[in-house]
């Protein structure tokens, strides 16, 4: 990101904002995503996020660091909407899938249907950090900084997902062992 | 069975063939939005000393050394002058006076845990100004460093940036007018019809926490209050979902963003007043982390003496 374009936005350019959000809207679309599995609220969140972020941007000390900060936004949004969700309505639906599953390593639908729902019981706090490491590819110091914990507990909720996860995707081939006992 | 690596394999490409769509029809939304969305300005300016030369940074430098000493005399000379704090602003949520006054914290015995040392009770570097709030009836003025943000039903402070705060301020009343207390629930007791000394009983004794001060008898404006201090522990982490992010309460977010209380963590200090308000409880908590420094803790305790029932 163009440190020059977010010190014009933080002074209120509107069009260097239309910039940076341009630069950043798809990709943190794609986050919300994945962190909320719900496209709706995923749309909603990075609207709020985007629109937060414009208006915090004074407030930002240091604009070198505006990713991890819009991230930190982006996150906290999806915590909001993630909330009214649990609160307001039973949320049931599913991404769509896109794309080919057997040459990426999943070995069925079933597989995915199980890393879904056990995405699922994750907290959105677990989900955020495996979001942020696994599919932004950022290292944990740097994930432990967007979310405002220490390194150790992005370790410990990285550790404890992927557990999770594991447990979900074995799971699915546990029943089928004991029907044949 | 799933090997780690393999878990870690698959659930990286799950993520990666998710379905994405352009945030195009987004993006025109929020620009739409943009005249009608100002920003919010702070105090500090965006950083943009380190791009400067030594030799420009140095005459900047004197001029803030001067300016520092010209408002501090001048602060010196309102406080000589001044009489008592400014007559508080009515309202339904918690907003400043129009006048900015400079109170000093009352004489206060150093034996008192619940009350600031003398040793600690110097005057603040930032004006203090007087505010009104109302939470469930109970409406009441207290006086606060002007360099804490304001939130509608909390107090945040952040010194070191770039976002996380270093301390928190909130009220409620009891069990709750946020949200609900998922840490108090763990004990297994009803905080619902509590007392004020029943509730200090019961937060002491919650995980994940360890007893400094409390629970003590003590007066918060003029009102029979309970205080108890806290400091939390590693078995915090335990607790981490429902724990947070305040201990013992949540919070709606804040959209407004500005300096934000992530979470409760290792090693942060909890401040509990509980006062009794004819009947009604006053739950004042407050929080820091161990980055901030003895002056936070300093300026929540000279809140909690400014405070003033009405």
């Given at each position: ?181 | ?68 000493a010209v408002v501090g005399a001048a602060l010196m000379a309102v406080r000589e002058s001044d009489g008592p704090a400014a007559t508080p602003s009515p309202g339904p949520t918690a907003v400043p006076s129009p006048s900015v006054s400079t109170v000093a914290p009352s004489p206060i015995a150093s034996a008192d845990p619940t009350r600031p040392s003398p040793s600690t009770g110097a005057p603040s570097a930032f004006p203090i100004a007087t505010y009104s709030a109302t939470v469930g009836g109970i409406a009441f003025t207290f006086s606060l460093d002007s360099d804490w943000e304001s939130h509608p039903f909390y107090r945040s402070k952040s010194t070191v940036g770039p976002q996380g705060a270093e301390a928190i301020i909130f009220w409620t009343t009891p069990p709750s007018a946020v949200d609900h207390i998922p840490c108090l629930d763990l004990l297994g007791r009803s905080v619902q019809s509590g ?116």
């Amino acid at each position: 990101m163009d440190t020059d374009l977010v010190v014009r936005a933080q002074r209120g350019d509107k069009a260097a904002y239309t910039l940076v959000a341009a630069q950043i809207a798809d990709r943190h679309l794609a986050v919300a995503r994945r962190i909320l599995r719900d496209p709706d609220l995923a749309e909603d969140a990075t609207q709020q996020a985007l629109l937060t972020i414009w208006q915090d941007l004074p407030r930002l000390r240091e604009p070198a660091r505006f990713e991890a900060w819009s991230y930190r936004l982006l996150v906290r949004a999806c915590y909001a909407e993630g909330r009214k969700a649990r609160r307001w309505a039973p949320n049931l639906r599913m991404l769509t899938i896109d794309g080919p599953i057997s040459d990426v390593g999943l070995s069925s639908v079933i597989d995915r249907d199980q890393l879904e729902r056990g995405f699922r019981s994750l907290s959105l706090d677990h989900r955020a950090v495996v979001v942020l490491h696994h599919y932004l590819d950022l290292p944990l110091d740097r994930v432990a900084e967007i979310l405002g914990i220490p390194v150790g507990t992005a370790h410990s909720r990285l550790h404890h997902a992927m557990r999770a996860l594991r447990a979900a995707l074995d799971a699915d081939a546990r029943p089928a062992v004991q029907e044949v006992i | 069975m799933t090997t780690e690596r393999d878990v870690t394999r698959i659930v990286r490409s799950w993520l990666g063939t998710d379905a994405d769509v352009s945030a195009d029809h987004i993006l025109d939304i929020v620009l739409d939005e943009l005249d009608a969305t100002p920003q919010q300005r702070s105090w500090w300016p965006a950083r943009s000393v380190p791009e400067m030369s030594t030799y420009a940074k140095l005459p900047i430098g004197l001029a803030a050394v001067a300016v520092v000493a010209v408002v501090g005399a001048a602060l010196m000379a309102v406080r000589e002058s001044d009489g008592p704090a400014a007559t508080p602003s009515p309202g339904p949520t918690a907003v400043p006076s129009p006048s900015v006054s400079t109170v000093a914290p009352s004489p206060i015995a150093s034996a008192d845990p619940t009350r600031p040392s003398p040793s600690t009770g110097a005057p603040s570097a930032f004006p203090i100004a007087t505010y009104s709030a109302t939470v469930g009836g109970i409406a009441f003025t207290f006086s606060l460093d002007s360099d804490w943000e304001s939130h509608p039903f909390y107090r945040s402070k952040s010194t070191v940036g770039p976002q996380g705060a270093e301390a928190i301020i909130f009220w409620t009343t009891p069990p709750s007018a946020v949200d609900h207390i998922p840490c108090l629930d763990l004990l297994g007791r009803s905080v619902q019809s509590g007392s004020r000394t029943d509730l200090g009983r019961t937060i002491v004794s919650v995980a994940g926490t360890k007893v400094v001060v409390g629970p003590l008898d003590t007066m918060v404006g003029g009102r029979a209050a309970t205080f108890v201090e806290l400091r939390v522990t590693n078995q915090i982490l335990d607790n981490a979902s429902v724990c947070q992010p305040g201990l013992f309460y949540r919070w709606p977010p804040d959209d407004a963003g500005g300096a934000m209380w992530d979470l409760t963590l290792p090693d942060d200090t909890v401040l509990v007043w509980i006062v009794d308000i004819d009947e009604k409880l006053l739950w004042i908590q407050a929080q820091t982390h161990v980055t901030a420094g003895p002056g936070y803790e300093r300026e929540i305790r000279r809140f909690v003496d400014s405070i003033a029932f009405t």
